[in-house]
């Protein structure tokens, strides 16, 4: 298990959305994981999976090399509602500083408690 970081610098939500799925793609294959599992809270991006024709011109190339590689794992792309990206949330807001890309092997002490939480089925709550 690992988790990673990468300041996506100003961009669009639909642009740093596709992005974090792609190098977390590319990421995995690059570690020869054979597993993969992504939570993403855009649908247009789950959908994107499926239907490469929703996917922006200047990104199909991309995206379909990521979908390549992504067929020669045991993949999964699913949509989590905002609600229950707590832990995600907590790790933007962590991240917000980090410049270049940046791997953990461990789980930053900020998240711990909602990592198990989520892991055990617990529900999150999360008001503004």
Known sequence: MGCFAFNLG???????????????????????????????????????????????WWLRVWWSNCCATSRSMQFNISLIYDEGNVCVDRLANLDLTVSGFNWRNSIPIVIKEQFYRDRLGLPSYKFD
């Open 10 to 56: 100003v961009m669009t939500t639909f642009w740093a959305e596709f992005r974090a799925v792609m190098l977390a793609i590319e990421t995995a294959a690059s570690k020869g994981w054979t597993r993969l599992w992504i939570e993403c809270d855009s649908l247009r991006v789950v959908q994107s999976y499926s239907s490469h024709s929703i996917v922006p």
